[in-house]
Every structure is written in structure tokens, then in C-alpha cells.
């Protein structure tokens, strides 16, 4: 009799945990993430901080961007800057190498030093938007009063800020491709987990304060965390969906044995590019909002350039009904997007090795036909995934609204999606290491 998945007995553990390599690889992630925490509460000498983080605190952009930084942006810290440079220059060098025929050629037909070679460039691009940033950012404090102590040689503590944030971002950079390389799961995406992660105590402290006293708000909370729990249950449904595509592989016949003849299948991912859709959205709309949002307090004169400054503002405010409309079709686009670079859904190159190998789809003649059927089924599965993704990173979002709890919001809009994203990417990654190490008989029966 069947009995499904064997639970594994501490033995069965501890021979995981010491002959996987998986010790190693966690140990370093923690550790790596740790010293990620520990910049964050390292201020950037001349500045006091509390000014910032009261603007911040009363800023919806800026405190959104700080949720993101892990709190470094509202303590002023050398990773003020957070991993949103890298993320924002990937995402610029990934479409770049779409529309640029060099760049293209080296990471689809370079192979490993091509796409080395790319990083490289996403890497210089990415202290280039640091600096950029850095002196935006330092622009807008030298703007504040009280927030830069007197007595400092101005210019020098300009430049020299200027240098130690970009320093900074470019260490966090560093540190997430060393957990991507060395550890567990995508560094850039767990970094911002952890960060998320730390603002929930905050986040948490100030909902308790608002709904303490009203009895209507503590039923609209209620409400509030079942549809965040409803949501939790749809994003993993929706990260691990597939569509099996049926192969007919071919028989072989070697010596008195034959071999083959078996069906198997393609899965393709509902939502092939998991949290990384959500997370470029975000990184694409912050940076307009985050320049927007302090031009908009550096005490512009009266004007057309004033009354334009507003309107760009209002339209990327996270609060706004048109930055939600954007965020949606941005999603959707996105997810398009990355389906699209991904090297395991290019329906001519799967094609082309079915032919290869003899295999085929059920129906279909190999070839062109079988890339036409592909390329239909995986626009479906995308758009309906991309549709799904949109929807879901809006429900959380109306919720709070509704419930008029909107001390969750930032967390629970775009926050729960990627936080369970992230977790469930890093378990498969558990899971798919365990596998690749022979621990099959340890996981089921």
C-alpha cells in the first residue's frame, strides 16, 4: 500500500545536513546576510538621521523604498542605496540585449564568457545609477536643516558621501552575487526578503496602535489577514503550476534491448519568471517616484516646472490609483519579458532538439509546426500568468483600502508576493539540491 512521502528520521537529516554540501551553502547565505545587516546600521559620518527618517517616515514613496533597503534608507546608512541599483541596471542590460545585436550575440551565443562579459557590464553600469543616485540623494539632505552637522567642509563631504554610498551599493551588489554563487537561492532576491522581513515588527507595531481602540478597524484587520492569507495560498498555486506538454520520444533498439518508446512531458511554468517580474516593477517605478519625490520637497520655485514636478509625484505615488494601473500593466509586461529571455521557453530552440532526438508532439509534424504550437501554448500559459500575477499584487492592496488599515499596505501589496516567492524559490532550491546529491529515498517512498 502506498503511503506518499516518507518522513525523514533525524538519522536521515543529519546525513543531509553534514554530507550534502547544503551545511556550507546555508551557513554562508546566513552569514553573508548578516553582514548585509550589519552596514545597514552604519550611518554615514556628518549626518543626522533622525531628521531623514521623520520625512521618510511621513513619505509614502520614501518610506516604501525604505521597507526595500531594509531600513538603511531612513537610517541614512552606507547601504542607503539597497541592491536597487543592480536590480535597475539587470533590468536596463536585459532589455539592452534585446535591442542591441552585440549585446544579444553575448549571452545567447557567447555561452559562458559572453554572459560573464554582460555581468561585467551590468556591474559598471550599476556604480554609474549608484552615483547618480548618491548625489541625488545627497542633493536633496543638503536641503534639509539640521540634517548635516556644521562645521564640515561642504564640497569634500559632498564628494565624499557621494563615495561611500556608492561604495556601499556596490558592496551589497557583491554580497548578493557571492549568496547567489556560493549559497542558497538568488541573493538579490533574499536580501530584499530580509529586508522586508526586519520592517514587519514596524509594520505590525503600528497596526496594533491603530486598531487598539476601534473595534470596527479590529474587524477590518481580521479581514484584512485572511485575504492576505487567501493571497498566500494563491501565490503558491500559481508559482508551482505547470503545463505539461506531452512528448513522443522515439524507440531504439540496441542489440536485444529496446530502449525509449516512452512518453514524457514539458513543463512550463505558469509563471515562468516567479518573483523577478514583481521585483523589476517595483525597481522601474521606485526610481522615477524616488527622484520625483525629492525634487518635489527641494523647495522649487513657483512654475510650470513646479506644477509638472506635482503631477509626475501624484501619478507615482504607491498610494494612487494610476500607479497601481501602471504597476499592473508593468507586471504583465514583465512577465512577458522574462518569458521571453528565459533559454528554457524559446519554442524554434525546442523544436529544433526534439527533431534532434527523434521526439515529437502528439499530432503536430516536427519542425516549424511543432515551434508554432509552442510559441501558442506559451504565450496562453504567460499571459495567463502574467494576468494572475498582476491581479494578485493588486488584491492585497484594495484590501487595505477597503478595510481602511493602511498601515499593512506596504507590506501587503507588493511585500507578501515577493516574500513568498522568494520562499518558495529557495526551498526548491533545497529540494533540487537534496535530489542532485542521491537523498531521493529520503524525500518519498
Known amino acids: 500500500m502506498a503511503t506518499g512521502m516518507r518522513i525523514p528520521t533525524t538519522a536521515d537529516l543529519m546525513s543531509m545536513w553534514n ?3 547544503l551545511k556550507e551553502k546555508l551557513i554562508f547565505t546566513f552569514l553573508m546576510l548578516i553582514a548585509f545587516r550589519f ?4 550611518p554615514i559620518f556628518g549626518i543626522d538621521n533622525g531628521v531623514f527618517s521623520r520625512i521618510a517616515s511621513g513619505n509614502n514613496i520614501l518610506g516604501f523604498l525604505d521597507l526595500f533597503t531594509g531600513g538603511a534608507l531612513g537610517k541614512v546608512s552606507i547601504f542607503a542605496l539597497g541592491i536597487g541599483p543592480y536590480i535597475t541596471s539587470s533590468i536596463i542590460m536585459q532589455l539592452m540585449a534585446v535591442i542591441i545585436p552585440a549585446l544579444e550575440k553575448l549571452q545567447k551565443e557567447d555561452g559562458e564568457a559572453g554572459r560573464r562579459k554582460l555581468s561585467q557590464y551590468t556591474r559598471l553600469f550599476t556604480v554609474v545609477l549608484a552615483i547618480f543616485q548618491s548625489a541625488i540623494f545627497m542633493a536633496y539632505l543638503s536641503h534639509l536643516p539640521g540634517s548635516i552637522t556644521s562645521g564640515l567642509n561642504h564640497s569634500m563631504f559632498y564628494i565624499s558621501s557621494i563615495i561611500t554610498l556608492t561604495a556601499g551599493s556596490v558592496l551589497v551588489m557583491w554580497l548578493s552575487e557571492l549568496i547567489t554563487e556560493k549559497g542558497i537561492g538568488n541573493g538579490g532576491s533574499l536580501i ?3 529586508g522586508i522581513l526586519s520592517g514587519i515588527p514596524l509594520y505590525s507595531s503600528r497596526t496594533a496602535q491603530m486598531v487598539s481602540n476601534d473595534t470596527a478597524l479590529m474587524w477590518g484587520l481580521a479581514l484584512l489577514l485572511t485575504i492576505f492569507f487567501v493571497t498566500m495560498v494563491f501565490i503558491v498555486i500559481m508559482q508551482e503550476a505547470v503545463r505539461k506538454v506531452i512528448i513522443v520520444n522515439p524507440k531504439r533498439q540496441v542489440g536485444n534491448k529496446v530502449y525509449g518508446g516512452v512518453n514524457t512531458f514539458i513543463p512550463f511554468k505558469l509563471n515562468p519568471g516567479g518573483v523577478m517580474p514583481i521585483i523589476f516593477a517595483i525597481a522601474i517605478l521606485l526610481f522615477p517616484s524616488t527622484i520625483l519625490s525629492l525634487v518635489g520637497q527641494a523647495n522649487l520655485p513657483a512654475g510650470h516646472m513646479q506644477d509638472l514636478v506635482l503631477l509626475l509625484n501624484k501619478i507615482f505615488n504607491p498610494s494612487g490609483i494610476t500607479y497601481y494601473v501602471i504597476y499592473f500593466l508593468m507586471i504583465v509586461a514583465l512577465t512577458f519579458f522574462y518569458a521571453s529571455i528565459m533559454p528554457n521557453m524559446q519554442p524554434k530552440e525546442i523544436a529544433d532538439n526534439l527533431k534532434k532526438y527523434g521526439s515529437s508532439i502528439p499530432g503536430i509534424k516536427p519542425g516549424r509546426p511543432t515551434a508554432e504550437a509552442l510559441d501558442k501554448i506559451l504565450t496562453k500559459t504567460t499571459f495567463i500568468g502574467a494576468l494572475a500575477l498582476g491581479l494578485i499584487a493588486l488584491v492585497p492592496a484594495f484590501a487595505s483600502y477597503v478595510t481602511k ?14 516574500m513568498v516567492g522568494v520562499a518558495l524559490d529557495l526551498i526548491n532550491q533545497v529540494r533540487t539540491h537534496l535530489l542532485a546529491r542521491n537523498y531521493e529515498t529520503f524525500l518519498k517512498e
Do not use: E, K, M, R
Open 39 to 42: 552596514g545597514i546600521h552604519l
Open 192 to 194: 530584499i526578503f530580509v
Open 405 to 418: 488599515i493602511t498601515t499593512l499596505q506596504g507590506i501587503g501589496a507588493t511585500s507578501l508576493i515577493i
Open 19 to 21: 554530507a550534502s554540501g
